[in-house]
């Protein structure tokens, strides 16, 4: 089956550096996403590691090691916007050999940032 | 910047009733999906549909639930027989390659009373 695992809560300081980590199980794995949601809004995409190493957009980064299962999201410089929850999710090719992905979420970070 | 757009935004139905939640996709996509966020819970993946025809479904789409393309900008979902349990947040999303990244709706979130 497939599983991951992230810390359920964070809690981090405005204008501090957090990192949730993501450790997954899983058959077929292709490669590792992190999604942001806001209360009662939808996924937002953020970031995607096919490879192993870091990727990084603005203030945000992910990091992946495949040997090791595990990556990890970086968010850098947190505003009160940051506020959310964060889910990494990795992308699975299906059994089928079907030509598009699914993803399997974890089940999500809360992140709150405070003054 | 475009964008899926989800209708209704929240649907009220009662149990056994069908309900069709409808998606529309970014123009240029051609791979769409269903998932499914129960309240408080995980975002679980239902169907994938490429080309017409269903590509991969999950566990959770069993025989009361379908999918159709019904013209050129649709993409819609359809519950047969509801039940208490399909209360969810219903979320659509599109790519533009089978292996790109996909795009969410806003949503749309169901009640069966």
């Known amino acids: 089956g497939q599983s991951l695992e992230q810390p359920s809560e964070v809690t981090a300081v405005e204008g501090a550096i957090v990192q949730i980590n993501c450790t997954y199980q899983t058959s077929g794995f292709y490669g590792l996403s992190w999604y942001q949601q806001h209360d009662g809004g939808a996924p937002t995409f953020l970031s995607y590691n096919g490879l192993d190493g870091l990727e990084e957009t603005g203030r945000f980064s992910s990091f992946l090691s495949r040997s090791d299962s595990y990556g990890y999201l970086l968010l850098q410089e947190l505003q009160m916007k940051d506020s959310a929850s964060y889910f990494c999710?990795?992308?699975?090719?299906?059994?089928?050999?079907?030509?598009?992905?699914?993803?399997?979420f974890g089940k999500g970070t809360k992140l709150s940032v405070i003054p | 910047e475009p964008e899926v757009t989800q209708t209704p935004s929240h649907q009220v139905t009662q149990m056994g009733q069908e309900v069709i939640l409808r998606c529309v996709p970014i123009s240029n996509h051609l791979y769409f999906y269903w998932y499914r966020q129960i309240l408080g819970q995980k975002v679980e993946f239902l169907v994938s549909?490429?080309?017409?025809?269903?590509?991969?479904k999950s566990e959770i789409f069993d025989d009361q639930f379908s999918v159709e393309r019904p013209d050129g900008s649709n993409f819609t979902l359809k519950i047969r027989s509801t039940k208490l349990e399909d209360s969810a947040m219903y979320f659509c999303?599109?790519?533009?390659?089978?292996?790109?990244?996909?795009?969410f709706g806003q949503g749309t979130r169901l009640t069966v009373v």
């Open positions: 999303a599109s790519s533009d390659e089978g292996l790109a990244e996909a795009f």
């Open positions: 549909f490429y080309n017409n025809e269903i590509s991969e």
């Open positions: 999710a990795v992308r699975d090719i299906p059994p089928s050999g079907a030509g598009s992905y699914q993803l399997t």
